[in-house]
């Protein structure tokens, strides 16, 4: 039989409720599915551990999960912990020196939810956003000097290398020609940022000759804003910097009904190393252990996860089962408008697993 590693780390907030969820939902398409086994090691890291250790992770911490087939993280921040610590702690240091470059978020209007977009009723909304995720605005470059002090300074510098932008597009234009459109947008700001923004519009243009069955064009991100709300039918995959997707993927979760529904994928497309799969939410202390915490997010990101690992059969089911769930209003979690808690969602989940063919 086959069988796969992972590591489960839910880290801070309602981070743990949706991981042990998405944990036995993957058990359940394990068991439906018959033909491989999910092994889980459970990683206690994030704000309590940084309470007793000083540390959000042990220092060989991405090392140790170099040895699993994918990471299913949950979320992390603290009250009480800087956010710039949490993020750069435990997130950041799996993501980079695992070097999960593309950072993927798929968007679309799930049944029985409703965008808050007057004209969309489903298959107007269906997006993949590609996100730079190893350079950018978010490289760490940068410096704060004379603190306190009338001259303090303080600096982040965005980085973009050839190489970067390179594989980031060459992913993205791969994964716009999988898709049924193949229609890519290229979202720049070439008008303001004249020297990198450049580069990134001019090795677009270069990697888009390797692919030309694919559509693209190129828009500023302002703009881009605005299409999203305006016109989202004219949109289906979408690259974009470390920042600029950042920003939208936000715009593009609250679209399509709630942030609690998102999920994203950070890829290591040469597979050298394990990718690492995250509800996009985070760890919304405003609602922790209540129970109502919205875990179709982490459900999608786990069927995203099991195609990852080359169990699209799998992925599938478990698709069909959240669509199934979320076509119900009595299932949708307050963050919806509905009445459910996150045990009866994940019931509700593991029992359309059961039945599916
Ligand atoms: P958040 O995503 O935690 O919460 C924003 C709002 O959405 C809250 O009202 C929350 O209750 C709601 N929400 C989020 N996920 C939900 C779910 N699954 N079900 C129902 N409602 C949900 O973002 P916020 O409040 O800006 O940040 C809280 C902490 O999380 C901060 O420390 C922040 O740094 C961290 N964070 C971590 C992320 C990560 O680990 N990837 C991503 C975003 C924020
Ligand atoms: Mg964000």
Redesign the pocket.
Known sequence: MRSYRIAAMG?????PE?ISAGVEVLKACAERDGGFQLDFTDFDWGSDYYRKHGVMMPADGADQLRAFDAIL???????DIP?HV??WGL?LAICQPLDQYANVRPTRVLPGITSPLRNVSGPELDWVIVRENSEGEYSGVGGRAHRGLPIEVAQDVSIMTRAGVQRIMRYAFRLAQSRPRKLLTVVTKSNAQRHAMVMWDEIAAEIATEFPDVTWDKMLVDAMTMRMVIKPATIDTIVASNLHADILSDLAAALAG???IAPTANINPERDTPSMF??????????TGKG???????FWTASMMLDHLGEPNAAQRLMRAIEHTTANPNLH???LGGPATTRQVTDAVCEALRMAN
């Open positions: 880290g801070d907030g309602i981070g949706v993280f949950g979320a992390v921040g603290a009250p956010d949490t993020l997130r709630s942030l609690g995250e509800p996009i939410h985070g760890s919304a202390f405003d609602i109502i915490a919205n875990p179709i997010a982490t979690t307050p963050d």
